[in-house]
């Protein structure tokens, strides 16, 4: 008998092409059901010809996510074949705190906590490397028809999709389990333009710079024009400059002189969720341009390129000053000498500075490297210090301290910043503080700060990286996503809860909430007219919407949910994730369904 076709078999048919074979597994959590993302052991996972098609159509350049310590073991995910190497190990272990080693490979994340701690570099072969929560397969992409590719690939077979730029980031949003990631180390292109003519009122000079540029190399680039020009660009040598850093907004060294990074771009190219390519700028697609310039990485769309405003050369000069055990032993003298520094912040922004400072346990560690005067020479600098000197002295606190200036930035950034080292383990927390909690207790907000950075508990210890900043400071208002108390900032701190790496989930769980619920306390309780940054904050900030955006969160809601409505893209804490879990320890994204 020949079948006619109703509309509910039609529809069931229909429903059943688009939608149900890439349904990842129901689960069902505390009275709440849960719709998750596809993973291998699913039936909706990708079968091998599927991966070979892509394969295809990315140009040969899709690859199996392999940890970088696998070539250290013999077993690799109980797979017969062996991966061990002695050379290549012996490569990895000579480069676990190498940065750009390591932003080099494929995968790699910097902070072993967000990769739980598996697959390490060790010296017994015979214990087996596992994937842990490193992704399963990563796009080498070397263009944006590939980065397309994996977007597309990903939204239809309805997998984890995570894009990975040199896997810098603090809160581990460029790993996650069972992923396909693409990979953007490779777009390096930077070209440099004398006169800026597109959307907008600028008309100075600019640079157009890759996804995958790092912040020393489009330094160095900068320096290497025609005048010489520079960059708002972070700290840090290695960490990427047009992927997180950007769409966090970005702090940097220039800030208080030219502003936060993301308040000099011009324009985005992009590859949206829906694998379309797009511009945005002040004239097309300006709500995304908008939200790019601070709203949250790997929120909105994926970036292929930005063009950025390019400034003038600008002499600079630094000191340097250490208080530690070389110096004294007694905390209380140390501590008052982290006052006398610390209570001077607004000070230093006021005067259109940046400072990076380090502070640690024990009778106490300070070090900070160093305290940057743009547009200063040696007298100058020395002149606007007099009172932290002075105080200094005044209150016979040993340290030491030297000066030195010169006649570039770029001079200045090679000589005096220096590298930090990866693969440490910690749980990663920090607030930002306003000049008004300065003004209204400098005293309390040092006080936290050496709280943090001491013992905030009987058994644990604390180190904290600060940053005195205030993009505030004599620079134009830029109307982005960026949250507007950085306008009013002063000390920016990142706090640490310093871990073994062997710890338990359980234990994890604990050290995240002495994180969260004892040193954040304290932070937000000596800061309460503070905010927290995005880059560099908790993933378990309570009320994180506002925190970390302030009023801007409601817009930046709409604007996800304009671009990207199903969650092809997903970072913890960034705008419209609220319905997201990784559940099952770490492992399977899901999204709350009722
Ligand atoms: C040692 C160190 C120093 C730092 N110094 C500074 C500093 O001075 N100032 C400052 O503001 N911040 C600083 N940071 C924080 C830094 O801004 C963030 O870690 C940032 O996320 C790094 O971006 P990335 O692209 O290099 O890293 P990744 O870890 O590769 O990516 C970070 C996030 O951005 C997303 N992403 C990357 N590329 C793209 C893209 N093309 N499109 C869409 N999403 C993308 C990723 O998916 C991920 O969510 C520092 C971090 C470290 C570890
Ligand atoms: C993709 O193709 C390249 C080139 O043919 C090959 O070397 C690579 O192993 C393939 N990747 C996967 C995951 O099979
Ligand atoms: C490896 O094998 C063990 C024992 O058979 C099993 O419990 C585990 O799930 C396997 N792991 C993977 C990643 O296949
Ligand atoms: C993560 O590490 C914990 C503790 O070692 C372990 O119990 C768990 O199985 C690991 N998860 C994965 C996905 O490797
Ligand atoms: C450019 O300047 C004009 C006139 O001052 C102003 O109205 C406009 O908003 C500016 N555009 C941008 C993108 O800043
Ligand atoms: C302490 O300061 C001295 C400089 O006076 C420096 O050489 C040394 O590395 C510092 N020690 C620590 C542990 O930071
Ligand atoms: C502090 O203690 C350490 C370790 O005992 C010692 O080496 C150092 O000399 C002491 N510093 C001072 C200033 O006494």
């Known amino acids: 008998m020949a079948r006619t076709i109703t509309f509910a078999t039609l529809f069931a048919a229909v429903n059943y092409a688009f939608a149900a074979p890439w349904k990842g597994e129901v689960k069902k959590v505390g009275g709440a059901t849960y719709q998750c993302k596809c993973y291998s052991d699913n039936s909706c996972w990708p079968t091998n010809a599927d991966w070979n098609a892509l394969n295809k159509t990315v140009d040969g350049a899709l690859q199996v996510a392999v940890p970088p310590g696998a070539a250290c073991h013999k077993s690799f995910e109980n797979s017969t074949v062996s991966v061990y190497n002695k050379a290549a190990c012996a490569e990895v272990q000579a480069n676990w705190i190498n940065e750009q080693w390591l932003t080099d490979h494929p995968i790699a994340n910097l902070w072993p906590l967000y990769t739980n701690n598996t697959c390490l570099p060790n010296d017994d072969p015979s214990t087996p490397c596992t994937r842990g929560f490193y992704g399963r397969y990563v796009v080498l992409a070397k263009t944006k028809e590939h980065i397309k590719a994996g977007i597309d690939f990903a939204r239809e077979r309805n997998l984890r999709l995570i894009i990975r730029n040199t896997g810098h980031d603090f809160m581990g949003r460029s790993t996650g389990f069972g992923s396909l990631i693409i990979n953007t180390h490779s777009f390096k292109d930077v070209s440099f333009l004398k006169t800026y003519s597109g959307p907008g009122n600028w008309t100075g000079s600019a640079a157009v710079v890759g996804a995958g540029v790092q912040g020393r190399e489009l330094f160095r680039q900068a320096f290497a024009q025609k005048p010489p020009v520079v960059i708002v660009g972070g700290e840090c040598p290695t960490v990427g400059w047009a992927g997180g850093y950007i769409q966090g907004g970005g702090h940097g060294p220039l800030t208080s002189i030219y502003g936060m990074g993301a308040d000099n771009v011009l324009a985005f190219d992009a590859v949206t969720v829906d694998g379309e390519y797009v511009t945005a700028n002040a004239k097309e697609n300006s709500d995304l341009f908008w939200a790019l310039k601070g709203g949250g990485p790997s929120t909105f769309a994926v970036v292929v390129s930005i063009t950025v405003k390019t400034f003038p050369e600008v002499p600079t000069a630094g000191t340097i000053i250490n208080i530690n055990s070389t110096h004294t032993n007694d905390s209380a003298v140390f ?132 940053h005195i900043v205030d993009p505030g400071h004599g620079v134009p208002y830029a109307d982005n996503a960026i949250n507007d108390k950085w306008r009013k900032s002063s000390s920016f701190v990142i706090t640490n809860v310093i871990m073994s790496g062997l710890e338990s989930w359980e234990e994890k769980k604990q050290l995240e909430d002495v994180q969260t619920n004892v040193v954040g306390k304290r932070l937000r309780e000596a800061g309460p007219d503070g905010a927290t940054y995005v880059n560099e904050g908790d993933l378990n900030e309570p009320n994180w919407q506002h925190s970390y955006w302030g009023d801007k969160y409601p817009r930046l809601l709409e604007i996800r949910k304009k671009w990207d409505a199903k969650g092809v893209l997903y970072t913890k804490t960034t705008p419209g994730t609220e319905d997201w879990d990784v559940l099952d320890q770490g492992t399977k994204l899901c999204r709350k369904v009722s």
Do not use: C, W
């Open 335 to 466: 501590n008052k000498g982290f006052h006398i520094f610390h209570n001077l912040a607004n000070h230093y922004v006021d005067n259109g500075m940046f400072v990076y400072f380090e502070v640690g346990p024990g009778p106490g560690r300070l070090h900070i490297a160093p305290l940057v005067g743009p547009k200063m020479d040696e007298k100058k600098l020395n002149e606007v210090l007099k009172p932290l000197f002075d105080q200094l002295d005044a209150a016979k606190i040993p340290h030491d301290r030297h000066t030195r200036a010169f006649p570039t930035f770029f001079e200045f950034y090679i000589d005096m910043f220096e590298d930090e080292q990866p693969n440490q383990n910690s749980i990663v927390g920090g607030r930002l503080f306003t000049r008004k909690d300065i003004d209204d207790g400098a005293d309390e907000v040092a006080d936290a700060i050496l709280f943090a950075s001491g013992n905030p508990t009987k058994d644990r210890i604390g180190f904290s990286v600060g």
